[in-house]
């Protein structure tokens, strides 16, 4: 079993859009982390990764290295393999840090809402000043050093008449892998929602544009849609193991489902444990029972099985509850659900070859690695 663990650097409990300097907080201790790699590494002997959160994870820099040396020190003692990855807003990266975590094979994922109106739209330093402009210089070194790192786009209801052009312009500044989601917390409302589904009628023609071209990329929630309706229902949500493949450690030791849940509280109802007395497996295995139990709404719905409704964290973030879905949920799902199976029928009809390959080929992902991996010309292996 493969077992992801999250290690939130800092704890500061401010906004995820806001560039302010941390409130006061508690960080992570060395031993902490390291208890938190044991106990994950014995869960997941073969395969681990390791995720770094915030706050804002970069403020701690030396930190991060620190557990990657380590972990990489255990690689080379039992063979267990490690992967990382860090999620920051960018503010704090430089060239320095991006060729560490290359060499260090640190993905770096950075947040970036599109277009310079959509972005500047949430994404402000503490004084309000915009952040655009200075995270455009640190894109062009990261996608120079790592030609795939992801961009992460949030979509709310004041930027939704941007998405379209948003995808456009993350996919011309380079990202060829991309995740968007929308922020279900916002004030949507039956415009907003028609204007989303125009967004992604718009992103579907460009998607099969480029798609037809041979561009390979992934853009985060078309391909998800796409693998349910090539693969059947249930394709989509196999990914959330509600506290089984994916663990979120506070700073203070205390072991949770998800990210969103670290702010619950060292007794709350979603701590799983700690990296010291390890997890509490009876608690975890009502919590992850309870977070794959049919929601009554959904009962008799036609697009069970499809739809994010199985996503605990999602449902808590938006609801207070893992078994309940939120209506702005549900709506979002209706409108691009049929949107991305039209386009893939569309592909389908047309036997694009990067479609078919994409989604009927199950090796596609290894030949898609190697092909990019290939070594240049006269260069021996």
């Known amino acids: ?20 300097p941390p409130h006061a907080g508690v960080e992570m201790s060395r031993e902490v982390a390291m208890k938190a790699i044991d106990l994950t590494s014995r869960m997941s002997p073969n395969n681990t990764g390791v995720i770094f959160f915030g706050g804002e994870p970069l403020l701690r820099k030396d930190f991060i290295f620190e557990v990657i040396d380590a972990c990489s020190a255990k690689q080379r003692k039992s063979g267990r393999q490690f992967h990382y990855k860090v999620t920051t807003n960018g503010s704090l990266m430089d060239e320095v840090f991006i060729q560490s975590a290359t060499r260090s094979r640190l993905s770096i994922a950075v947040s970036l809402d599109g277009t310079r109106i959509a972005h500047d739209k949430h994404r402000v330093t503490g004084s309000g000043a915009p952040t655009f402009d200075s995270l455009l210089p640190k894109i062009a070194v990261l996608l120079r050093h790592q030609p795939y790192a992801c961009a992460l786009m949030v979509v709310t209801p004041e930027t939704v008449g941007h998405y379209a052009s948003s995808f456009d312009y993350l996919f011309q500044l380079g990202f060829r892998y991309i995740i968007s989601s929308l922020n279900y917390a916002g004030a949507w409302d039956r415009s907003h929602l028609r204007t989303l589904e125009r967004e992604y009628r718009k992103i579907a023609t460009r998607y099969e544009r480029l798609t037809r071209a041979g561009h390979k990329f992934y853009f985060s929630p078309f391909e998800k849609k796409i693998a349910s309706h090539v693969h059947g229902k249930g394709a ?11 663990l979120s450690v506070a700073p203070d ?27 509490d497996c009876e608690r975890q295995n009502a919590l992850f029972g309870a977070s794959r139990a049919l929601k009554s709404t959904c009962r008799d719905c036609a697009l069970l099985g499809r739809c994010e409704n199985q996503c605990s964290c999602l449902n808590w973030q938006t609801t207070g509850a893992i078994d309940q879905v939120s209506p702005i949920l549900c709506e979002t799902e209706r409108l691009l659900i049929p949107v991305v199976d039209e386009l893939a029928a569309r592909l389908y009809r047309a036997r694009a070859p990067l479609f078919i390959q994409k989604h009927y080929n199950p090796i596609y992902p290894l030949l898609s690695f190697l092909e990019d991996h290939e070594p240049e010309a006269g260069l021996s292996v």
């Open 1 to 20: 079993m493969h077992v992801t663990l999250h290690i939130t650097t800092r704890c500061n409990f401010r906004c995820d859009y806001c560039y302010s």
């Open 236 to 246: 989509l949500c196999q990914q959330c193991y509600f506290g089984v493949r994916q």
């Open 253 to 279: 030791g205390s072991i949770y489902p998800c990210v969103q849940f670290v702010k619950d509280g060292r007794d709350g109802d979603y701590c799983l444990g700690n990296v010291w007395d390890g997890i």
